[in-house]
């Protein structure tokens, strides 16, 4: 083989994966055709760049090694969260030795293994969970409170174990529950519901809070009238949730009428519950008198007038504006249709 054909074989090779791709210029493009007309070792060359067996050997020895590590990751988090609840154990077990010795009972082991149940929601089950470590980190964490706050309620033998679960529960669900019901399976009627859901957990658990306790104490008024104004009070909160998540009518229309919404609840919501629950009939904006601020009738009825009147103004703003804009988008698509 002469040094000449050498050359244009180091040439053409250099040119190969280029005239592979269909990147390389028309001239060059030609000069490799014909040397691979004339050449064996090239062709086989071509050939072998042609042939992607090697590409695919390297893609699945690349994905076993990252299936591998994260096989190893796994067992490595599950080995240390195993650790981690046998060190857990180990103040569980001394107390319940320690109370058995000292004739105490088992309630203060008790309080011990629900404690460190509390612990344990947040460092083992998020390393030996393989999946929706947030939703079995929350779950796990309420039930070591409640657990708590049962054996607490045993020690001392007070009965108020509903009277500290209930409010704790409804505390706990308006910051967890939307992230809990995030994470779990619904039936399918329920699935594109979850918003609703979550309105209504809060809202009976809410309601269960003032029953609980009012009845706890007796205070079977304070029962009624604590009923009465919690539900003046979420009929705002739900028709703002219903508007915003219900009505079809776009962002600024909808921010319109929930302006709207806040603003009349906010003049007229303490006058409504004084009338249900009292039976007092009275229009606090009725003494507005924007002119004078000494008594705090007139504060009232001021602030309110202001906010009544704002609200009114920036909500038709907005609803006009979002009814207009939703007008002119209709109308782009009907020309574009066209």
Partial sequence: MSNTNIDNCDIVQDLLPLYYDDACSPASRKMVEAHLAECEKCRRTYEDLKNDTLDEILKEDSRGVLERHEKSEKTAAYKAGVIIAGLLL??????????LVGGVG???SAVVTA??????ALTVVPLVSKERRLVKCILTGVIAILLIY????????QGEFILWTVPTIFGLSVVFFPFVIRGVELPAVLVDKKALVTMLWDTLWLFLTIVEVCGHSGDFEG????CIVAAVLMVPVWLVFLVARYLNIGVLAKSGIIVWICGV????ANDICLFFVYGT????????DLSVWITGEN????VYVIALIVSGIVGTALLVAGLVRRTVERTKKGISGN
């Avoid at 404690?115 to 344990?120: D, G, I, K, Q, R």
């Avoid at 029962?223 to 604590?226: I, N, S």
């Avoid at 504060?299 to 001021?302: D, K, P, T």
């Fill in 223 to 226: 029962m009624r009238e604590g």
């Fill in 106 to 108: 088992l309630d203060v």
């Fill in 150 to 157: 049962f054996f607490v309620d045993r020690m001392n033998g």
């Fill in 281 to 288: 009939k009275q229009l606090t904006i009725s003494h507005a």
């Fill in 299 to 302: 504060v009232n009825s001021n």
């Fill in 90 to 99: 180990i103040p569980i077990l001394i107390t319940f030795i320690v109370g």
């Fill in 115 to 120: 404690s460190m149940l509390l612990v344990a």
């Fill in 265 to 268: 609840f906010t003049a007229f």
